[in-house]
């Protein structure tokens, strides 16, 4: 099983023995009453029925051109069920823009999608030549293409893409989570019609005192990339193997240069940050991380942190999570987003909804820190979904996929997952 997988099993605790609740397929349907905020306005936009429309979104939605595109990552049923890219309105109409049929075609999309110009960039974390592809579509569903298929008879290319990418101009940028050199992942740039496809470099791991096995997408400031790593930087308590994670930078040309590694000093100061990448905000990067390194999410407090960062390295936590069953939230592994002057990003666990460690939530938090849920998620009981993967803002509204929940006629008793907006 691979780590994206192990995930989505362990989130599934946090609604273990829930109970099934009313369905729901298609247009807006309104909260149960979950608000943490009494001024935010919760609503499905679509529940996955799992029979052709998709079934466990696992990425955040992307907007062009007044219509929100996604992936779901197909894990209904994995003889036949490989994932799809998706488009959906604010009044949610739903369309499939196309169905992965696994094998050379690529399977299980994880990283949300890329768009400019009504053409939709993205990647699969599995397929491909077997270690993933990245792929474009037409916003109206024609055009699909293969661009690059990962792997083959050597993994000197990458292995396994789990990040966003992000287009700069005619280049797409991105980093897979495993192959290279040594194993540890990769950062690598392509022209948008697939050509010159070029590993510009790849990390070494804990070993090195480098990065390791990178997921959350890139950001660019001044004229550099970048990026999170899941491992690597330095050993630490929560992961003395592996390293507790680290920020590092890319220039266009491919030198790379560790800025901050987790805990190399034995500080409280996160640990393992996931797919979330960081945001650039007011002259400083924002992050999260999924856990804290000195204590375990399912036995303390140990769930996580929002920090801020400067391009040098100078890092500063001003929000711990946790512990489970908090309604600030546990476990953020989503990107936070601004409007306004308020960051917003979501929790896969934790909140207030739900039994247990409770089914995740979205929060605000001004930039010093201050955070509080707006929406905790309650759960298959409910129907409104549950472990959301972060949100996007348009027209004023946030709007997010949840990986399950929702509609309960799916095959999956815990439902297959929806699109919801949240008015804050």
Not at 190 to 207: E, R, T
Not at 311 to 330: D, Q
Request: glycine fraction near 20%.
């Amino acid at each position: 099983m691979n780590r994206m997988s192990f995930v989505l099993s362990i989130a599934l605790v946090f609604v273990a023995g829930c109970s099934r609740g009313f369905s729901s397929s298609s247009g807006v349907v309104p909260t149960m009453g979950h608000a943490s905020s009494s001024s935010a306005q919760y609503a499905i936009l679509y529940a996955f029925k799992g029979k052709g429309d998709g079934a466990y979104p696992q990425s955040a939605l992307v907007a062009e051109n007044g219509v929100l595109y996604g992936t779901t990552s197909g894990q209904l049923d994995e003889a036949t069920d490989y994932g799809t890219v998706f488009s959906i309105t604010t009044a949610g109409a739903e369309r499939v823009l196309h169905r992965f049929r696994g094998g050379s075609d690529g399977s299980q999309p994880i990283a949300a999608l890329a768009a400019i110009k009504g053409v939709l960039y993205g990647s699969t974390y599995q397929g491909g030549a077997g270690y993933g592809s990245l792929f474009r579509v037409g916003a109206d569903g024609s055009g699909y293409h293969i661009l690059h298929r990962f792997g083959g008879t050597s993994k000197s290319d990458g292995a396994e893409p789990a990040g966003a990418l992000l287009l700069v101009g005619q280049t797409l940028y991105g980093t897979t989570q495993r192959g290279g050199n040594t194993g540890n992942g990769t950062f690598f740039r392509m022209n948008i019609d697939g050509s010159a496809y070029k590993v510009l470099y790849s990390f070494a791991g804990v070993g090195a005192r480098d990065a390791a096995n990178p997921e959350g997408t890139l950001v660019r400031v001044n004229g550099l990339l970048y990026g999170t790593s899941y491992y690597g930087g330095t050993t630490c308590p929560a992961s003395p193997t592996y390293g507790c994670g680290a920020v590092f930078t890319v220039s266009d040309s491919g030198s790379e240069r560790v800025v901050y590694r987790f805990s190399a000093n034995g500080r409280n100061d996160g640990a393992n940050p996931v797919e979330a990448g960081l945001l650039w905000f007011n002259g400083l990067l924002y992050g999260t991380t999924s856990q804290n390194a000195s204590s375990n999410c399912f036995s303390g407090t140990g769930c996580g942190v929002l920090f801020t960062m400067t391009t040098s390295g100078s890092e500063r936590v001003i929000h711990r999570f946790g512990p489970l069953g908090t309604a600030n939230g546990a476990t953020p592994e989503a990107g936070l987003i601004a409007l306004n002057e308020t960051l917003y990003g979501s929790t896969l666990g934790g909140g207030t909804g739900g039994p247990g460690g409770g089914n995740g939530a979205v929060f605000e938090t001004s930039p010093t820190g201050s955070e509080s849920a707006i929406y905790s998620f309650g759960g298959p009981s409910v129907g409104d979904g549950a472990q959301p993967n972060g949100v996007i803002t348009f027209g004023g509204a946030l709007y997010g996929t949840a990986q399950i929940g929702g509609n309960v006629s799916c095959a999956n008793a815990n439902g297959c997952g929806v699109v919801f907006r949240i008015v804050p």
